[in-house]
């Protein structure tokens, strides 16, 4: 993560007044073939071999709930699972250090305007559904959640994020796009899903990687410009690539079901935390816009930022207002910077 003055080249997202904060969020996406989708819970054939007693578990155990994998017998490629983010080279903020001081509601629930941690109002209503994320929101406050250093209860109704994965997921093959991720329950409008976890990486570690990749490989690598009120750009640079949660395999829709928001709990460092921004019926697939608009229509200025000059990825998201390709952020891309030599 990283601060710097105005001027990146991003699509940009959410626009909030003075005193909150924009936010930008930019994902070159991914492309792959993959096996045909089949729907969850079909019958094995009486020729098919007995399916195994113990069911995979993409999250390795290190989730609240197991996450299982479809067709049975097939695994995604081999990474190692985080559910949180860790530092990865080049970052100087580690994200999992405790930098927030704690809130004194020990004796009275956390409320705005005696919670330390609830400075813009409340984050969450009674059935822990974010409260801003209506079709009219075009704006973002700062989200901060309880944390470990408060004196609120563990069932404080301003903890949510932390709390970790509520719904069965299950990670599948899809037509066209690779892996995908949809759910197995219903999951109601507002409803935190999951985080988009992984290593947080320095900006010219971002470009490095990013440089070695091909046309064909896929890109995990996500940035994060939230833009406060005082001018200055907060960065954050995400790569579940290799090491990551369940958020990688997320796909992109120009009709997304999920809405991502930065959330801060003990650290500085953002979860990127993903919300139902409609309620989501059982085996539908969740899916984000890549590019971070949402319920946003794309600006003269958003027009101007995109590079046309570029081999662009087809979308498959299959929705009526589909851009045909895939977003694209040429921010990322620039050369990378040589040291200089006397």
Request: aromatic share 8%; with cysteine; proline share 8%.
């Amino acid at each position: 993560m990283r601060r710097r003055g105005c001027g990146t080249a991003a699509p940009s997202i959410l626009r909030v007044p003075q005193g909150g904060r924009r936010v930008e969020m930019a994902r070159n996406a991914r492309e792959s073939c993959g096996a045909v989708a089949m729907p969850c819970g079909m019958a094995a054939s009486e020729e098919e071999p007995e399916a195994p007693s113990e069911r995979l578990d993409v999250a390795r155990g290190l989730e609240n709930v197991p996450v299982s994998a479809w067709p049975p017998g097939t695994e995604p490629e081999p990474f190692q699972y985080t559910p949180d983010h860790v530092a990865g080279p080049g970052t100087d903020v580690d994200p999992t250090q405790i930098t927030f001081p704690g809130c004194i509601c020990l004796k009275t629930p956390c409320l705005p305007g005696t919670c330390s941690c609830l400075r813009h109002g409340e984050n969450y209503d009674d059935n822990s559904c974010l409260i801003d994320i209506g079709s009219e929101g075009k704006c973002a406050k700062p989200v901060f959640e309880c944390n470990v250093l408060c004196q609120c209860s563990d069932h404080c109704r301003n903890r949510v994020v932390q709390q970790g994965l509520q719904f069965q997921l299950q990670v599948f093959k899809t037509d066209k796009k690779g892996w995908g991720l949809r759910t197995l329950e219903f999951i109601p409008k507002g409803r935190f899903v999951c985080e988009y976890a992984g290593e947080v990486l320095g900006y010219s570690e971002v470009q490095r990687r990013i440089q070695l990749q091909t046309i064909q490989d896929p890109n995990y690598i996500i940035a994060i410009r939230e833009h406060v009120y005082n001018g200055q750009v907060i960065e954050t640079f995400v790569d579940p690539s290799c090491i990551g949660n369940i958020g990688r395999f997320l796909n992109h829709s120009c009709e997304p079901n999920l809405l991502m928001i930065p959330v801060r709990i003990d650290s500085m460092v953002p979860k990127l935390a993903l919300f139902a921004a409609k309620d989501i019926l059982p085996e539908e697939e969740l899916s984000y816009d890549y590019s971070g608009r949402f319920l946003n229509l794309m600006d003269s200025e958003d027009k101007e930022r995109l590079d046309h000059g570029k081999i662009r990825k087809c979308c498959y998201c299959g929705a009526k207002s589909c851009a045909a390709f895939l977003p694209y952020d040429s921010s990322l891309y620039c050369p990378l910077e040589k040291p200089n030599i006397s």
